[in-house]
């Protein structure tokens, strides 16, 4: 029997069919969680290894060929990617499909511990993670006002980002922009030389001195101290006043040496909101959570953020569920225009159905 022969003869069956998909897809619609790309698991592993100050050479030859030699006989690999650049090498290995991540993970865990003795000293600790399609970020709002770069960034980093990551569903805020204050020593290489003095030693000078040691414990009745001695400096003339080494019973002090300077770190890049310097926060959220809620979550606070702290602008830059809720839209719709031919074409039918039974009976 053919599906039109049983719409006509058993309308009321077809009826109740056509209600209970209509009803499953309003469901879906506004229940199922909401994203612009599937959450799926590629079988990726980064390998990430930071050494500041150093050219794509010489990252090439002191991290990134350990590296490779090292992974390269992980079981299940695919194909390697290498990238060496200033500052930074990283190694992308594919796995094939299906392959356990985890075990992966372990796996070149284990052989990165092998080859560490191998990296420079003064090379950052080895990062792995996984690629994670949900870590890309969903919203950018760029910050602007009447401050300096270093001002700007950090009301952002300590004030504004952690607004935003109390929000239900934001994993993470990352800043970008600014700069970042920094102190500069300067040394002249006249006098480091008069005075046979190696520049490895007034950097483990400064390091040494330059941090909070603890001391113990003191017991007083009931009560336990924990002690400790605070040698960070606080200013700029704590660490002028450095005591670098002894000649002759003669302090040598870091000033006597060097030029100290309380700057920024190098511009490398610029970040201008409505053609004024700014700092920008991109916006990532958690894995399965709906993105139109926590973007719609994410414009009320910067609304009431504008409207609390007055010295800045927040603007949307970019928002990803923009797209998402106008390709929900249109999906609704259509759903709606679906559903009114359906009514009516059941009610088509069940009007010819009665018009036969009345025939039928006369």
């Known amino acids: 029997m053919s599906i039109p022969r049983i719409a006509i003869e058993?309308?009321?069956?077809?009826f109740m069919l056509s209600a209970v998909i209509v009803l499953l897809?309003?469901?879906?619609?506004?229940?199922?969680?909401?994203?612009l790309m599937p959450d799926v698991s590629y079988p990726q592993i980064t390998v990430?290894?930071?050494?500041?100050?150093?050219?794509?050479?010489?990252?090439?030859?002191?991290?990134v060929r350990p590296l490779e030699q090292a992974l390269a006989a992980v079981p299940g690999i695919e194909q390697i990617n290498s990238t060496a650049s200033e500052g930074s090498g990283s190694v992308q290995l594919s796995f094939a499909w299906g392959s356990n991540l985890s075990e992966a993970a372990d796996e070149v865990r284990t052989r990165i511990?092998?080859?560490r003795g191998r990296f420079p000293i003064d090379s950052d600790p080895p990062t792995i993670f996984k690629f994670d399609s949900t870590a890309q970020p969903i919203m950018s709002i760029g910050i602007e006002g009447d401050f300096d770069s270093v001002t700007l960034r950090e009301i952002a980093e300590v004030d504004l980002g952690p607004r935003f990551e109390r929000i239900d569903g934001v994993a993470a805020v990352t800043v970008n922009g600014g700069l970042r204050r920094q102190i500069h020593v300067e040394l002249s290489k006249e006098k480091i030389t008069a005075l046979d003095l190696s520049v490895d030693r007034v950097v483990q000078a400064i390091r040494s001195e330059n941090q909070n040691i603890p001391l113990g414990e003191v017991d007083e009745g009931d009560t336990t101290y924990l002690l400790r001695s605070q040698g960070q400096f606080q200013d700029l003339q704590q660490l002028m006043d450095l005591v670098v080494l002894t000649r002759g019973d003669v302090p040598v002090y870091l000033r006597d040496i060097a030029e100290v300077r309380d700057t920024t770190?190098?511009?490398?890049?610029?970040?201008?909101?409505?053609?004024?310097?700014?700092?920008?926060?991109?916006?990532?959220k958690q894995s399965g959570k709906n993105t139109v809620e926590i973007a719609h979550a994410v414009r009320e606070?910067?609304?009431?953020?504008?409207?609390?702290v007055p010295s800045v602008r927040l603007s949307v830059i970019s928002d990803q569920s923009r797209f998402i809720e106008q390709s929900i839209n249109s999906v609704r719709e259509h759903v709606y225009l679906g559903a009114f031919l359906v009514i009516g074409i059941i009610f088509f039918f069940l009007r010819d159905w009665r018009a036969t039974v009345i025939i039928c009976l006369s």
Do not use: C, H, K
């Open 265 to 284: 770190e190098d511009q490398r890049s610029f970040q201008r909101i409505n053609g004024r310097a700014g700092v920008r926060l991109s916006v990532s």
């Open 25 to 35: 897809g309003g469901l879906s619609l506004f229940r199922l969680p909401v994203d």
């Open 113 to 115: 511990d092998r080859v």
């Open 10 to 14: 058993r309308p009321v069956t077809m």
């Open 48 to 63: 990430r290894v930071g050494y500041g100050g150093v050219g794509p050479q010489e990252i090439e030859e002191l991290i």
């Open 301 to 308: 606070e910067i609304e009431r953020t504008n409207r609390e």
